[in-house]
């Protein structure tokens, strides 16, 4: 059975099976690019490419308006979205780390459960398919994937945000806002000490604030959230790495994760630190 997993979160890590896989089966390379994708080699970021090998520790980041799909050799995929920065902290284990951005993950049936952590919430995945976006500051609601019509709702929430959702006083919002949307099959999502879970089936989404339980489930336009989210979407082969030099070309040691990276404005983000400060958010397949 698939499993496909979208996240839009800084600090995640995704183990994308067990560590005991055999390396043929663990190598990592560039499927495509789309626009300005870089990876980083000895310390500086340099143009990646269909067939780009990606060993323990490298760091991929895309520009605006630029995605790259990243295969393993079981067929496992991962695609990063615009403005990401991801790390590949272990080829064997299939560990991704994403430091900023969104990034959808097709995974194939793994032997051992497949987990992912960060400090806003814990998601027990019982079926296929679902998205993970993250808002590392506080969001509005249209920032937000497609959710019901919020009209007419006030006060409490600041941003957008219903009431029902989060019931907390205006200027309360958390850092750290992570909605999970299941396409097909069950995820259980619970905060970081496993508590409080709440269960998500097809078309149903909720959001977990950083210290907060999870929201309850409600509804939400799957149409709508493929549309936006070209994330979730096929892309081209290679498109011959269009406008790869609209990053400036910055040093950055993967052995330091507390390094500043500093980048242009049509890169990423500026002064990103890329230690993982978002927390950890758990994802068990079975």
Not at 54 to 66: D, E, F, I, K
Not at 89 to 113: D, E
Not at 116 to 142: H, N
Request: one cysteine or more.
């Amino acid at each position: 059975m698939k499993r496909i997993l979208t996240l839009g979160l800084a600090g995640i890590c995704l183990v994308l099976a067990a560590p005991n896989e055999t390396q043929a089966d663990s190598s990592a390379r560039v499927a495509w690019t789309h626009n300005t994708v870089q990876v980083n080699r000895a310390g500086k970021w340099v143009s990646a490419s269909r067939g780009t090998p990606l060993s323990s520790g490298t760091y991929v980041r895309t520009g605006a308006n630029s995605r790259a799909q990243i295969h393993y050799a079981d067929g496992s995929v991962v695609r990063l979205g615009s403005r990401s920065i991801a790390r590949i902290r272990s080829a064997a284990s299939k560990q991704v780390q994403l430091h900023k951005g969104k990034a959808y993950f097709k995974v194939q049936k793994q032997k051992q459960n497949m987990r992912v952590r960060t400090r806003t919430a814990v998601a027990t995945v019982l079926g296929t398919e679902f998205m993970v976006s993250v808002e590392e500051k506080a969001p509005t609601q249209t920032s937000l994937l497609p959710w019901p019509d919020r009209t007419g709702l006030s006060g409490e929430m600041a941003l957008g945000y219903s009431s029902a959702l989060f019931p907390i006083a205006q200027g309360a919002l958390p850092d750290v806002v992570t909605q999970i949307t299941v396409f097909q099959g069950q995820v259980g999502v619970s905060d970081p000490n496993l508590q409080n879970m709440v269960n998500l089936t097809t078309g149903m989404m909720t959001l977990v604030g950083q210290g907060l339980p999870p929201a309850p489930p409600e509804p939400v336009d799957l149409n709508a959230v493929r549309q936006q989210e070209n994330v979730t979407q096929e892309g081209p082969a290679d498109n011959g790495n269009q406008n790869n030099n609209n990053f400036a070309n910055s040093a950055v040691s993967p052995d330091n994760p507390q390094q500043q990276v500093q980048v242009n404005q049509n890169s990423p983000g500026q002064n990103l630190n890329t230690s993982p400060t978002t927390g950890e958010l758990e994802v068990i397949i079975k």
